[in-house]
């Protein structure tokens, strides 16, 4: 059985991308779905170290690019997840999140885990479906 469904897939240059083997986001039809993203710059350090707002705001930006990448906007964002390691920066992220989706208002989960790697504060991933943003 074949299908018709169109899939691409994007990745943002980082090193763990490869030796995993994932994308960073794949589109598959009109949905677009980003892996879990860090506060990881293109020569594979932290940006935004010991300031969890920060590296939300470059994981959000690193997010659009991808769905940029893919044919998506961020207003096409319908779900997000949100990893904090520290309960107590759970609303400098929140914070951020509101910045850049006080219209959309995609569902969201937040949570407190342990996440890979010391300097990292927050990891985000979201769910898209290109077309989404136009019902705004």
């Known amino acids: 059985m074949s299908s018709n469904l169109y899939r691409d897939s994007v990745g943002s240059g980082v090193d763990w991308e490869e030796i995993a083997g994932y994308a960073r986001a794949v589109r ?9 993203t860090t506060a990881t710059g293109p020569d594979g350090k932290v940006v935004g170290a010991g300031d969890p707002a920060a590296q939300a705001r470059f994981i959000f930006d690193k997010i659009e690019t ?7 906007t961020m207003r096409d964002v319908v779900r997000t997840r949100t990893y ?3 309960a107590a920066d759970t609303e400098a992220v929140a914070r951020v999140h509101g910045e850049r989706f006080a219209k959309v208002r995609p569902a969201s989960t937040l949570v407190e885990a342990q996440l890979i790697g010391d300097e990292y504060l927050v990891e985000i991933e979201v769910e ?6 136009d019902a705004l």
């Open 84 to 86: 904090v390691r520290h």
């Open 28 to 36: 598959i039809g009109e949905r677009i779905l980003v892996s879990g």
């Open 66 to 72: 991808a769905i940029q990448q893919l044919g998506g």
């Open 128 to 133: 898209a479906v290109i077309g989404a943003g």
